[in-house]
């Protein structure tokens, strides 16, 4: 090869790293911002927001997994598995609810959908699109995105807290992944005096009520997807692992079957091997991109 040609072929590849560089999205972030105030605690998410852009961005509520008794809001975002979301210059936002007893159900879906009418409300604050919110999360956080995707607009959660009357919570799409789908089958599903058994982590959630009537079951399924399965939901992205050893079995796939019957918009991924982690294999960032794309009207 002639120096010429070397030269040539340094400046081409020289070209395309600057392009790349200047396509990367940058990120302002913005923490602690109080959401709302309900039985005297504030809940707060952290923002992370794309800077450089003309127009109102699309923005997804990240919600953390933890069985509902620990974990918080992400502290940074980018990269990594959360390409898809960056490189299509995604407002996230990560966020904070009640957990354990001073939670549970419906206590922290209420959290989640006041976090969306607060983002809602805000969207002139934080440049972003009222009308193309999402949301995610996975395990516990898995359970609550497909919650707040699915429950319809008078679920029974206690409603709004105050400055936020009036704003709907409605999303434009739930991305989940390995999040339990019916706690009756969870329930009957878990083996006592094993480290996975959810048993405990229920009857503290459930305030001591167990599925042991028709009216306990009714309970545990009105605050599980599986009790909201209907056409009129938003598109949903339904994720298990093949091998996953806390939420088994694929529960999210007997979800997706149902939705479909039902004629929602409901697409499933299997992470072959996969445990109890955020979905993969070949393919799956590319079918999240297109998801994304799609449901929040981003054109890529």
Request: aromatic fraction near 10%.
């Amino acid at each position: 090869m002639t120096r010429h040609k070397v030269l040539s072929l340094l400046l081409v590849l020289n070209s395309c790293l600057l392009a790349e560089n200047a396509s990367q999205t940058v990120y302002k972030t913005e923490s602690n911002i109080t959401y709302c105030e309900v039985d005297g605690v504030k809940l707060i998410m952290n923002a992370f927001l794309p800077q450089g852009i003309d127009e109102p961005a699309p923005a997804m509520v990240h919600i953390h997994g933890g069985w509902w008794t620990g974990g918080g809001p992400m502290n940074g975002f980018g990269g990594g598995q959360f390409a898809p979301f960056t490189s299509r210059k995604i407002a996230v936002f990560s966020i904070q609810y009640r957990l354990g007893k001073q939670g549970g159900f419906p206590e922290n879906i209420r959290d989640c959908r006041n976090a969306v009418r607060f983002v809602r409300k805000n969207a002139e604050r934080f440049n972003i699109d009222p009308e193309r919110i999402g949301c995610f999360g996975g395990s516990a956080g898995g359970h609550l995105s497909m919650m707040v995707a699915m429950a319809p607009e008078d679920f029974k959660d206690g409603g709004p807290t105050t400055g936020l009357e009036g704003i709907s919570p409605g999303v434009s799409n739930g991305f989940a992944w390995v999040g339990p789908t019916d706690f009756v089958r969870q329930w009957n599903e878990s083996v006592p005096n094993t480290p996975n058994n959810a048993h405990p982590y229920h009857r503290v959630l459930f305030k001591e009520r167990i599925p042991d009537t028709e009216e306990n079951k009714a309970h545990y399924l009105y605050m599980s997807p599986m009790g909201h399965v209907r056409k009129e939901i938003p598109p949903l992205l339904v994720c298990d692992g093949e091998k996953d050893p806390i939420v088994p079995n694929q529960p999210g796939l007997t979800l997706t079957d149902a939705l479909k019957k039902a004629g929602a918009d409901a697409s499933y991924w299997l992470t072959k091997n996969g445990g109890h982690g955020f979905p993969g294999g070949e393919g799956f960032s590319e079918l999240l991109g297109k998801f994304l794309s799609r449901t929040l009207k981003i054109k890529k």
